[in-house]
């Protein structure tokens, strides 16, 4: 019982880690430069800092 559900959140922060991985902006751009919309809403500065702790944060729950 408790195993599954270890297996269960490993694999849902596997995959919300490879979606975060993927909007973060790379130095080629990254995908993050399709979502200019939350750029102009939150700036780009606190943007970048959300998706760098979210990072940080699924990291350590992984």
Do not use: H, P
Request: some cysteine.
């Amino acid at each position: 019982m408790i195993y599954t559900l270890f297996v269960v959140l490993i694999c849902i922060a596997a995959v919300l880690m490879i979606a975060i991985v993927l909007i973060q902006e790379s130095k080629g751009g990254g995908l993050s430069s399709q979502f200019s919309s939350s750029n102009s809403i939150m700036g780009v500065r606190k943007t970048t800092d959300v998706v760098e702790k979210t990072t940080w944060g699924l990291a350590i729950a992984w």
